[in-house]
């Protein structure tokens, strides 16, 4: 199990460094989609497959969709389609495929070995979680939620098309001069 867990985690880590290297958002999108099933192959290596499941439908699911939907806001026009269509290369996206290839031979390697020893499981009560999660951090948890909402809000306003609106008493004006 030792291997799988070393597997993931250069995957893991190669697709992250290939995100920040990464010029165009979309092939950076493309390799933090790997890199959130690598560090969710981690979690399933290790024994956890809530976790790892919860890996790939809070973030990779998710939050991409969120990134994915702020990029397609500010590529607006008919050339950043066709710049698009430049980027979907094979070149592109034969990258993230190997590594998802890899990370699916893993995924099939643990489920046809079995038998692995799962974490240790303990019990823990409901109201528990959420003071473990953000005890004293809970307005910084808020701020950053506001923040991200800001950015949103941020990024519609940067990639909505400028028009030239005028009150109806300046538009009289200008028809009349």
């Known amino acids: 199990m030792n291997y799988l867990f070393y597997i993931s985690s250069i995957v893991a880590i190669a697709a992250?460094?290939?995100?920040?290297?990464?010029?165009?958002?979309?092939?950076?999108?493309?390799?933090?989609?790997?890199?959130?099933?690598?560090?969710?192959?981690?979690?399933?290596?290790?024994?956890?497959?809530?976790?790892?499941?919860?890996?790939?439908?809070?973030?990779?699911?998710?939050?991409?969709?969120?990134?994915?939907?702020?990029?397609?806001?500010?590529?607006?026009?008919?050339?950043?389609?066709?710049?698009?269509?430049?980027?979907?290369?094979?070149?592109?996206?034969?990258?993230?495929?190997?590594?998802?290839?890899?990370?699916?031979?893993?995924?099939?390697?643990?489920?046809?070995?079995?038998?692995?020893?799962?974490?240790?499981q303990q019990t823990v009560d409901l109201k528990k979680i959420p003071l473990s999660l953000y005890g004293e951090y809970v307005i910084a948890v808020e701020l950053t939620g506001f923040l991200l909402m800001a950015g949103i809000v941020g990024a519609a306003h940067i990639g909505r098309h400028k028009k030239k609106y005028l009150h109806r008493f300046l538009k009289q004006e200008e028809e009349a001069v």
């Open 16 to 120: 992250t460094v290939m995100v920040i290297t990464r010029h165009q958002p979309v092939h950076a999108l493309l390799y933090l989609v790997v890199s959130f099933l690598g560090v969710a192959m981690i979690f399933l290596s290790l024994g956890a497959p809530f976790v790892a499941t919860l890996e790939i439908i809070l973030y990779a699911g998710a939050i991409i969709v969120l990134f994915i939907f702020v990029v397609m806001m500010l590529n607006l026009g008919r050339e950043s389609a066709i710049q698009e269509r430049q980027w979907m290369q094979p070149k592109t996206w034969i990258g993230p495929s190997i590594l998802t290839a890899i990370l699916l031979g893993e995924l099939l390697v643990l489920l046809t070995m079995g038998g692995s020893a799962p974490m240790p």
